[in-house]
Structures are given as structure tokens and as C-alpha cells.
């Protein structure tokens, strides 16, 4: 799933090389942290969250899809 969310906001961001996607498993769920370049994150994150709340439906669809819970943060 963490290959997913990097393929997507590769597509979104200028600088791409500078795109990290940490996964914390958990016993129940896990989090995806989600880290791109200072400059980038406004284009991440899109007008109103927007964007953010995209990515974070497709990643719950996709982990329904494999039974885990998984939560997408977007880190500073």
C-alpha cells in the first residue's frame, strides 16, 4: 500500500526524489507517514484538503481490499 500512495503523489510533486513513505504497523491498524519537500506539501495536501482526503479514500479502499486498517498522515 505504501507503493501506491508514493506512486500517487509522485504524480503530484515538483521534486519527487524527495518522497518518503514510512508504514507503523500496529496490532489492529497501521499508519502510513507520508513525508515530500517543504514546497510540495501545499500540492499534497490540495485547496480545502481535497487532495489529502483523496488519497485517503483510495488508501482505505485498498486496504479494506487486504483486511487491515490503515490511516495515511501527512508529516511536515
Known amino acids: ?3 501506491l500512495i508514493k506512486y ?3 504524480s503530484l510533486v515538483d521534486e519527487p ?3 518518503h513513505v514510512n508504514q507503523v504497523d500496529g496490532t489492529e491498524s497501521s499508519v502510513l507517514e507520508l513525508k ?3 514546497k510540495d506539501i501545499g500540492k499534497v495536501i490540495g485547496k480545502n484538503g481535497r487532495i ?3 488519497l485517503r479514500v483510495i488508501l482505505q479502499a ?3 481490499k487486504h483486511g487491515k486498517n490503515t490511516q495515511l ?3 511536515d
Open 1 to 3: 500500500m505504501d507503493s
Open 8 to 10: 500517487i503523489a509522485t
Open 17 to 19: 526524489e524527495a518522497i
Open 36 to 38: 515530500v519537500a517543504q
Open 52 to 54: 489529502a482526503k483523496a
Open 62 to 64: 485498498s486496504s479494506v
Open 73 to 75: 498522515e501527512i508529516l
